[in-house]
């Protein structure tokens, strides 16, 4: 997948860094050198460009256009809105923003320009993983994620089995199943709309996730 990052954050690194290293095309766009920095000391296959990152013609030169996904993560919310806005105009298919201010959140979200907003006083790799990878964090442990995945937002998981997605993708803990919310744990059970997965995720294969959206 191409995903451009506006914002070349050092928190997010480890993310950056899984997503490179599983076969995504990453490129980091940030106006400030010493950010950027960062990055290219780091032995990763990724593209960065030091440039204004409200400059749109500069962003469709680096690819602003063939992007899957945009993350806006720059220190600016003007940037990240902006950002934002250039994407919905070109139909990214994922578009995640990282903005401080309430209002512009709101804004942002009332017209349907981002898929997601990450508050800047949340823990913005929590936030962001959630966001990407369209799951719920319920607890993290030093290797993996215990999530939450519910089969309406992640509509191709239905139809599959259990036992299909234990042996394709990730380990299945149970899931919650009917309105009654039944813990179903049988390999054979097939899901169904509206289905809620609790599975027990390793940091590597969160990136599994990723591609079966594509």
């Known amino acids: 997948m191409n995903i451009l990052i506006i914002g070349a954050i050092k928190d997010v690194y ?9 076969g995504n095309h990453i490129v980091i766009v940030d106006n400030s050198k010493e950010r950027a920095s960062y990055y290219t000391s780091k032995s990763i296959d990724i593209a960065i460009h030091v440039l204004n990152p409200i400059d749109y013609d500069a962003l469709v030169e680096v690819g602003l256009p063939r992007a899957d996904i945009v993350l806006a993560i720059h220190p600016s919310d003007t940037v990240n809105f902006i950002v934002g806005m250039y994407a919905k105009n070109l139909n990214i298919p994922k ?8 209002k512009l959140a709101k804004i942002l979200l009332n017209l349907g320009i981002t898929r997601a907003v990450i508050a800047k006083n949340k823990l913005i ?9 369209d799951v719920k964090i319920i607890d993290v442990d030093e290797d993996n994620y215990l999530i939450l995945i519910d089969s309406n937002v992640r509509s191709e998981l239905i139809g599959l089995s259990i ?23 049988d390999k054979y059970h097939i899901v169904e ?22």
């Open 14 to 22: 480890p993310i950056v860094e899984e997503l490179a290293r599983t």
């Open 95 to 102: 578009i995640i923003v990282l903005i401080s201010d309430e």
């Open 125 to 133: 790799n929590r936030g962001l993983i959630e966001a990407l990878y």
């Open 163 to 185: 036992g299909e997605i234990v042996e394709k993708l990730f380990k299945v803990v149970a899931v919650i199943s009917g309105e009654e919310r039944r813990v179903v744990i």
């Open 193 to 214: 709309k509206g289905d809620k997965i609790i599975a027990l995720i390793s940091r590597s294969e969160l990136t599994k996730i990723l591609r079966i959206q594509a």
